[in-house]
């Protein structure tokens, strides 16, 4: 709530707008001091304001109700669902029965005694939804909705997506153009429940008409490869390499890119 002492403030600097024949005549005073108290209404205005505030710069931002009524004004809610495929049923060759595929995992039938214990069994079950009605945090879901404003008033330019990317998240999320009407973004060390759901409600900025891939949990630079073209012009990933040479193999980092880490 406003504090009394800005509401006097106010209702003094309103009274000492009266002109000068009226200035410091008490019925004057109390009659402006009358209207102005009864505008203001103990400044219900400001706090209507302050309470849907979503920049932390200015003070206290909204929570809860407040978030959701800025979500439906921004085109987003908090609800989220997804399914953690992590175990899937395949099927395997004979020899490889005995030790499956780690990356991807690879789980075959399930017995009536495993059933229960359906980590490594290929079997979805309840547990494995993470239904509509979980919700994002009032942390995370206002920065969904800040991020999702700087999206709507975005032209999608590369400078445009590198730039709401960089305000909400960031060294986190980096996005790059393939060249051939798509883009990859690379997520940067594991990815967050907020991230998740951007993925999941389709969210990451990319521009009408150009397809886009996910390459996550990622800790370094990957051995990568690039063509010819690229390579006179300079156009390289910011988190790949190539083959190392003979003075740099022993101490070059790098990671190698698995499937698992691509959606």
Known sequence: MATQQSIDQLIEYYVNLLIIQYHGLPKASATITTFVTALLANNVYFDVLNAYNINPALGPTAVGDQLDVIGKYVGVNRYYSAIDLI???AMVNYSQHSSLPASPPAFGFGTYATFPDYDYNGTLVYNDIVTSQNALSD????LLIQFMILCNNMNYSAYAIDSALWTIFGDQVHAESNYN???TFFFVGPISTLLNTIIFKGLLPV???VGFSVVNNITDLMFSMTTYADAAHSVYSSFGYGFSTYSNYATLA????EYSQIS
């Open 139 to 142: 942390a995370d879901f206002l």
């Open 207 to 209: 521009p009408e008409g």
């Open 87 to 89: 175990n899937y049923f």
């Open 254 to 257: 790098g990671q190698v890119l």
């Open 181 to 183: 009407m798509s883009m």
